[in-house]
């Protein structure tokens, strides 16, 4: 008796059928990570924009504070975030204070490192760039700056020598103080050399809805005594958490080389610390 040849084994049908339903498996499961990964990146994405940013210290404006090498994560959250490519910004837990350290937006022309920077409102048409600064002058205020001191609507902000010395990155020996911005008590650097360094004297009412951003380096810090005010909406957020610190002066791209790793000083003692001001004494 022969075999039927209407025997689907016999006719070679199941392979074809089992090589079928093996590609759309193999298709599904290739959806299921492309789907699992977008879903990842669409998530990191929205915590950047409306939660939490990384941010790295490029320079010495803030010493001592901030170092060159540390990474932070700003709080978008605290003063509301932006809607990306809007200017529209959600609501916020509160309005930027006196002494917070904040990322913010200014705009670059093409004069070099130190030179070039305007308010990113008054010049949209150039690149921007971040910066980081500390709020010392809020809407309204009538303030004063004289030798990298702070006066505000009259009163002298509280500045305290602590006795020590800080020699940066240049050589250069700075005299270490203590301020009180209005009870955020703080480091700040001052350069002891007569006329070198800093920014001339300046005066003045700080403009509604407006910010006077200074470096804690305050002879060695381009800042609002130097190119104007910041606006709320181009603030980025408070800086809040110290994830990474180590001497390496560059981007992102410099985890990825060993030698960093071997030989760079990492500051451990100031990996996953706060960003914030001391507590004025009330004794």
Known sequence: MSASTDDPTLNGDSDGQGTEEEGQTRAAAIWEQAWTLG????IALG?????????RIPSGSMLPTLLIGDHLFVNKFVYGPRIPFTDIRLPGLR???RGDIVVFEVARGPGGIDSGI??????????QDDFVKRI???????LSVVNGRVFVNGEEMSWADSGETFVDA?????????ESLNGCVHDVLDDPVPGVGGAPPRTLVVPEGRYFMM??????????RVWGTVRLEEMKGPAFFLYWSWDVNGSAIQFLNPWNWLTAEKRWDR???RVRCDEASTS
């Open 47 to 55: 915590i950047r924009a409306f939660v939490v940013e990384p941010f």
């Open 271 to 273: 990996t996953f610390s």
């Open 170 to 178: 240049h050589g250069r020996t700075l005299s270490w103080y203590r």
């Open 95 to 97: 309005e930027p204070e």
């Open 215 to 224: 470096g804690d380096n305050r002879d060695w810090s381009n800042d609002s």
């Open 39 to 42: 879903l990842a990146i669409l």
């Open 118 to 127: 305007f308010p990113a409102d008054e010049r949209p048409e150039l690149p």
């Open 136 to 142: 010392v002058g809020l809407p309204g205020d009538e």
